[in-house]
């Protein structure tokens, strides 16, 4: 009986509500292949309550990246029922990021030009222009944000290092309240005490607002204590998903770069052990062929 009660909330977690939706995140069932490849994604399923701050994990190429992407609504991928964020459809309701409350933060800021390819964006704007120019926010959160990120209102974009136009990048994404935050590595080039002080905000955000946040990244200084779930991908494949406290390494392991190093180390050892292991799959290939829905990224130009 006590059993059972612990359980309960994991099921509930689980399940989602009435509709069978979870209002965080929920992937199920889902074939993803970049143009002419074969698949990353096969029959990908994925849960993330509300609430949580979950860590995506995985070597070079795993997956984290195009799985933010999906999630971000960037590819078409499937029908309305497999990528679902707040009881939505992640590519088709695009209300969910025009509203704000689906954000995702990533890459840096550049512009697809052509067959150049990803350009950085040049020109000369001050920090002020940028922040100021996003309509409809909160004056007490924006002016938070630049006290947090230690923004200089003055600073002209193209004279910046990359740490300071990336926090006037990340200020503009967070200005909007956001309900589901996806970040792609965009830590990496702050300094540690606005990293620390950025985590310690998002925490606060996940608390007080019941935000959920998926954040990728190779840096896991300080993570053990801030993040509440992880899932680790290995080749587009979810080998682990579960809360960090069920992580039965962490109890017997220093820290969490050992414990995440230990895996990658496995998959390297596995691939070399065995040479074919990264020979695609004959049902990769065969799966995609039979799948109504691919991804098109054409249709990601209108987004
Ligand atoms: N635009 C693209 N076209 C074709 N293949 C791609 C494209 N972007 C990524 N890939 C391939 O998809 C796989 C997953 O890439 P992805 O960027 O999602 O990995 P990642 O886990 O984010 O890697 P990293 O840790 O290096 O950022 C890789 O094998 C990569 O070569």
Redesign the pocket.
């Known amino acids: 009986m006590a059993e059972e009660a612990a359980q309960k909330p994991r099921d509930e977690e689980l399940q989602g509500d009435e509709n069978g939706y979870c209002s965080g995140i929920r992937v199920q069932g889902m074939l993803f292949a970049?143009?002419g490849?074969v698949p990353?994604f096969v029959d990908f399923n994925l849960r993330i309550s509300p609430g949580s701050r979950c860590l995506l994990v995985?070597?070079?190429?795993?997956?984290?990246?195009?799985?933010l992407k999906i999630l971000a609504g960037k590819h078409m991928v499937g029908g309305r029922d497999v990528v679902r964020v707040l009881n939505c459809s992640a590519f088709h309701d695009t209300q969910l990021v025009c509203s704000g409350d689906l954000a995702y933060l990533g890459g840096s800021w550049s512009k697809s030009v052509g067959s150049a390819g990803e350009i950085p964006l040049q020109g000369d704007f001050s920090a002020e222009h940028m922040i100021f120019g996003v309509e409809g926010t909160d004056p007490d959160r924006r002016d938070r944000l630049i006290e947090l990120l230690d923004i200089d209102l003055q600073w002209r974009m193209h004279k910046v290092s990359d740490g300071q136009r990336r926090r006037v990048q990340i200020c503009m994404g967070l200005l909007h309240p956001f309900k589901v935050l996806l970040l792609d590595?965009v830590t990496v080039d702050l300094d540690v005490v606005t990293r620390l002080d950025l985590l310690d905000f998002f925490r606060e955000e996940c608390e007080q607002r019941g935000a959920t946040i998926v954040y990728?990244t190779?840096i896991f200084d300080g993570l053990e204590t801030w993040a509440t779930h992880l899932a680790h991908?290995q080749d587009g494949e979810l080998k682990r998903g579960e809360k960090l406290s069920d992580v039965g390494e962490l109890k017997c392991s220093t820290n969490l770069l050992s414990v995440v190093e230990s895996w990658l180390r496995s998959e390297t050892k596995r691939e070399k052990k065995n040479p074919f292991y990264q020979t695609p799959p004959v049902q990769k290939t065969a799966a995609l062929a039979s799948f109504p829905f691919v991804s098109s990224r054409h249709m990601a130009y209108y987004r």
Do not use: P, V
């Not at 995985?58 to 799985?67: D, E, F, V, Y």
């Open positions: 970049y143009d490849q990353l995985g070597a070079n190429g795993s997956g984290k990246t195009t799985l590595e990728a190779h991908i």
